[in-house]
């Protein structure tokens, strides 16, 4: 399948992610080999704000991205000649905050001389199970669901003879993201920002029967069998519990004790918690998970896929992973996840990604720009 000369250092590609509020730089060795995986998280900055505000986004991906790739190429122990190609997120995203990855991995890689590779964010995620799930890859076709804080899809992806990846959207949400909805539930209860740690932490300690939620059927704007989700009806049912249970005052007292103790984990959360508050975050979780999972595994039925790959931010959370694996073994279908630290945004899956593009020599045009609605399929 190789068109494209591969370097004697077997084919490094640096990846940088800038579409959020995560500044990424990370060096791969033939798409799966992580040589480096730098994250500078601006999560802090943007706390004070209870979400990510894309003006200070770009300022900091202007101030990180240099010492970012620096620290990639370090660890790697690599030089920038080095290098086979440069690959960069291209979107969706912010339009700023993208801009600077792409503006500055344009002037790397002519100055380099090396090609330059365009991936898609939501692509970069599906490409983190895959570098990491050696046996999965083989199967065709297999289904992808990326649930994050701007994304809730479901994609089949199949593998063509060139060995780059092709993908059909079978499921999106109809209004938030998965991730979207438990970090707004999370500052509606008072928690620290981003929520879903905090709500990850804390429904361990409540009884998810404890609240009932019910999601709406979906009609569906798109054409064929379609496995859509919507998240905004349970963050409004949250908010209804909140305002018959007058639990108002409470979350006031907890949003202010949490002011004064910037630097508390998520696991710490629960002594600010009362009974009821545990119990309405275990039950938000077990339904939104549940939700998920009855969608995931309805398309995988439907279209006899050969594997499940779960990827995106809300991937990190524990519940979600034990009950899809629970559910994948007792249907008999594998389903994989990234590790905790690839599953949220990197610049390791983005290197991953380009590896096939690289190959088959799919490179990005000079006039290339920011595409912050760019879809995958
Ligand atoms: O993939 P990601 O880092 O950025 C986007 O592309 O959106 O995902 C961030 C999202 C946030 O909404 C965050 O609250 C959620 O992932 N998240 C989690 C967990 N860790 C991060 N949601 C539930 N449980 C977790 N453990
Ligand atoms: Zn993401």
New binding site residues.
């Given amino acids: 399948m190789a068109s494209t000369a591969v370097g004697r250092h077997g084919g490094l590609i640096l990846g940088i992610e800038s579409?959020?509020?995560?500044t990424a730089a990370a060096v791969v060795r033939g798409g799966s080999e992580v040589l480096s995986n730098v994250v500078a998280s601006q999560v802090a900055l943007h706390a004070a704000y209870g979400g990510v505000v894309p003006e200070l986004a770009s300022r900091e991906h202007l101030r990180n991205l240099v010492p970012v790739v620096r620290a990639a190429m370090a660890q790697a122990g690599i030089g920038f000649d080095a290098l086979d190609a440069v690959a960069v997120t291209q979107g969706p995203?912010l339009a700023g905050a993208l801009l600077v990855g792409i503006l500055y991995a344009k002037g790397l890689a002519y100055g380099l001389g090396k090609p330059l590779v365009a991936v898609n964010?939501l692509e970069g995620?599906i490409h983190a199970v895959l570098m990491e799930t050696h046996g999965l890859e083989g199967e065709s076709p297999l289904l992808a669901l990326v649930v994050?804080?701007?994304?809730t899809h479901l994609y089949l992806a199949d593998r063509a003879a060139s060995g780059t990846w092709t993908y059909r959207n079978v499921g999106r949400t109809v209004d938030d993201?998965?991730?979207?909805a438990?970090?707004k539930v999370?500052k509606l209860l008072g928690l620290g920002y981003?929520?879903?740690?905090w709500?990850?932490a804390l429904a361990a300690k409540g009884d998810a029967t404890a609240v009932k939620f019910n999601f709406a059927a979906i009609k569906s704007k798109h054409e064929g069998l379609r496995f859509d989700f919507s998240f905004s009806g349970i963050k409004t049912a949250v908010l209804r519990y909140v305002q018959n249970n007058g639990m108002a005052e409470g979350i006031e007292v907890r949003r202010r004790a949490l002011a004064e103790v910037p630097d508390l984990k998520a696991g710490e959360g629960a002594k600010y918690c009362d009974r009821q508050t545990l119990d309405l975050i275990a039950s938000f979780?077990g339904a939104v998970v549940g939700n998920l999972m009855r969608q995931t595994f309805a398309a995988a039925e439907a279209f006899g896929v050969g594997g499940i790959l779960v990827s995106?931010?809300?991937a990190?959370?524990?519940e979600?992973r034990q009950r899809f694996t629970a559910e994948g073994a007792r249907r008999g279908v594998q389903v994989a996840f990234p590790t905790v630290a690839l599953?949220?945004?990197n610049a390791a899956m983005i290197a991953a990604a380009a590896w096939p593009k690289f190959m088959a020599g799919e490179f990005a045009p000079e006039v290339m720009g920011a595409q912050p609605q760019l879809r995958l399929g």
Avoid at 19 to 22: I, P, R, V, Y
Avoid at 194 to 197: A, S
């Fill in positions: 579409s959020c509020d995560e995203g964010h995620h994050s804080g701007g994304h993201a998965a991730g979207e438990y970090d999370a981003p929520g879903g740690p709500m990850d979780q995106g931010g809300v990190a959370n524990r979600l599953s949220t945004d």
